[in-house]
């Protein structure tokens, strides 16, 4: 193997004409440079420097391998800034996924704090629910997902789920209920969500479907669901319209205006942790560690 090293003191044998005047422009010693050259030449197995008396010159192996040596160091050089800049900062490139509710949220005061801090750190934002943004990180074509899980849930949407992975915990959503604003329920401090049992309901997203349907039947009953969309501000349209009943995260509440609708406060409470995975290696790259910081900040603040 040729070493970047051996190419540098090739390159100033060539350039300088013999050893002692390549050790003084390599700041080491003449034995040293000869060493270099004798290690260079067993790693290419011929040789690259004819010596005769004072006189030395290169072989036709040498002065190919001299050819190339400019073009090879140079982009080392290229590489080692480049990774120095993404090393301090000064450049990098995040790939974030992001449930809705987190994109008009958290992910918007995470990213301006991030550029104001780190310019020139760039970052691109997707949309997915869990578990497909779980799979974009698995499979490579992310760095970071915002992703959330029940309280109390199991299987495929417990901690197993991530036990692979780097999660940083952001913040704990409570569950809303979402009524019309002329409904009988409309003013109350909390409602049971039993009380609820006979309304035609709106759905949200499927894993959101799937929690209501399961706390409803917790409470003893089916939820008669006449619209689904994973669309939040389509939903609240929807109750505004006095077509239904619906449950959403208080962090999707928060993103929209309710016109139309009202919130009352469900009991039992049902609750989402709000995460932030990303694999353990890329945990270690400065633009990600910063993201996650940056998030972590911003949920703090919510």
Same mark, same amino acid.
């Given at each position: 193997?040729?070493?970047?090293?051996?190419?540098?003191?090739?390159?100033?044998?060539?350039?300088?004409?013999?050893?002692?005047?390549?050790?003084?422009?390599?700041?080491?010693?003449?034995?040293?440079?000869?060493? #270099?050259? =004798?290690?260079?030449?067993?790693?290419?197995?011929?040789?690259?420097?004819?010596?005769?008396?004072?006189?030395?010159?290169?072989?036709?192996? &040498?002065?190919?391998?001299?050819?190339?040596?400019?073009?090879?160091?140079? &982009?080392?050089? !290229?590489?080692?800034?480049?990774?120095?800049?993404?090393?301090?900062?000064?450049?990098? +490139?995040?790939?974030?996924?992001?449930?809705?509710?987190?994109?008009?949220?958290?992910?918007?005061?995470?990213?301006?704090?991030?550029?104001?801090?780190?310019?020139?750190?760039?970052?691109?934002?997707?949309?997915?629910?869990?578990? =497909?943004?779980?799979?974009?990180?698995?499979?490579?074509?992310?760095?970071?997902?915002?992703?959330?899980? /029940?309280?109390?849930?199991?299987?495929?949407?417990?901690?197993?789920?991530? !036990?692979?992975?780097?999660?940083?915990?952001?913040?704990?959503?409570?569950?809303?209920?979402?009524?019309?604003?002329?409904?009988?329920?409309?003013?109350?401090?909390?409602?049971?969500?039993?009380?609820?049992?006979?309304?035609?309901? %709106?759905?949200?997203?499927? +894993?959101?479907?799937?929690?209501?349907?399961?706390?409803?039947?917790?409470?003893?009953?089916?939820?008669?669901?006449?619209?689904?969309?994973?669309? /939040?501000?389509?939903?609240? &349209?929807?109750?505004? !319209?006095?077509?239904?009943?619906?449950?959403?995260?208080?962090?999707? %509440?928060?993103?929209?205006?309710?016109?139309?609708?009202?919130?009352?406060?469900?009991?039992?409470?049902?609750?989402?942790?709000?995460?932030?995975?990303?694999?353990?290696?890329?945990? #270690?790259?400065?633009?990600?560690?910063?993201?996650?910081?940056?998030?972590?900040?911003?949920?703090?603040?919510?």
């Amino acid at each position: 193997m040729i070493e970047a090293r051996h190419l540098r003191v090739l390159r100033a044998v060539a350039t300088t004409g013999s050893f002692s005047a390549a050790g003084r422009e390599l700041g080491c010693t003449q034995p040293a440079v000869s060493q #270099q050259m =004798k290690a260079l030449e067993a790693s290419v197995g011929t040789p690259l420097l004819v010596r005769n008396g004072r006189e030395m010159r290169l072989t036709q192996a &040498g002065e190919a391998l001299v050819r190339h040596a400019s073009g090879i160091l140079a &982009g080392l050089t !290229a590489a080692e800034e480049e990774v120095a800049a993404i090393a301090g900062l000064r450049a990098g +490139r995040v790939r974030l996924v992001s449930f809705p509710s987190g994109s008009s949220t958290l992910v918007p005061t995470a990213l301006a704090a991030l550029r104001a801090a780190h310019p020139g750190t760039r970052v691109s934002l997707e949309e997915a629910e869990p578990p =497909k943004s779980v799979e974009l990180l698995r499979d490579g074509d992310c760095d970071i997902a915002l992703a959330f899980r /029940y309280e109390g849930a199991t299987g495929a949407d417990g901690a197993e789920e991530w !036990a692979d992975l780097v999660v940083r915990p952001l913040l704990t959503d409570r569950l809303v209920g979402l009524v019309p604003e002329r409904h009988r329920l409309a003013r109350a401090e909390s409602v049971a969500i039993g009380e609820l049992a006979d309304e035609p309901w %709106i759905a949200g997203c499927p +894993r959101c479907r799937g929690q209501l349907v399961e706390v409803c039947e917790g409470a003893g009953f089916t939820p008669r669901i006449d619209f689904a969309t994973d669309d /939040y501000p389509a939903v609240v &349209g929807l109750v505004g !319209a006095g077509l239904g009943v619906a449950v959403l995260p208080q962090l999707a %509440i928060e993103s929209v205006r309710p016109r139309g609708a009202r919130t009352v406060a469900l009991e039992p409470a049902v609750r989402r942790e709000i995460v932030a995975l990303t694999l353990p290696d890329l945990a #270690q790259v400065p633009a990600v560690a910063a993201t996650l910081e940056q998030l972590g900040r911003a949920a703090r603040r919510a």
